[in-house]
């Protein structure tokens, strides 16, 4: 085995066959045909069930244009949260014209929306950032 490892070539496929089999589902080649298609549904009636299908399956994506597109589902308090929350997490490894856009994103939608808790965890995790 140390010996095939030994080659560049099989190493490197062997690392990515243990980092697929560490992502979980996440690691499934379906996996980004799934992420596009909650991209491609942006904006249509489909979206919200594509992002709820999205998440029961690999969870809440690391892909932030998915999280940001997220942040718009009406009626789903936690998901927005958690995806909040999400935002936050990665915010630390964001250019800075990224960040001050997510801060306005969240900022607004704090305004904007009707859900008493998504403004007020937007506007506390807008401070954050």
Not at 103 to 117: H, N
């Amino acid at each position: 085995m140390e010996k095939r490892l030994a080659d560049p070539r099989i190493k490197s496929q062997y690392l990515k066959e243990v980092e697929r089999l560490f992502q979980g589902a996440k690691g499934d080649p379906k996996h980004e045909r799934d992420l596009q298609r909650l991209h491609d549904s942006y904006g249509t009636g489909r979206f919200k069930k594509q992002a709820k299908a999205y998440i029961k399956k690999y969870g809440l994506p690391e892909d932030w244009g998915a999280l940001i597109l997220m942040l718009d589902l009406e009626g789903e308090t936690q998901i927005v949260i958690d995806v909040m929350e999400k935002l936050l997490e990665i915010s630390t490894q964001l250019p800075g014209p990224k960040k001050k856009g997510l801060k306005s994103k969240l900022r607004t939608l704090g305004l904007t929306t009707k859900d008493m808790a998504i403004a007020e965890v937007a506007q506390e995790i807008a401070e954050e950032i």
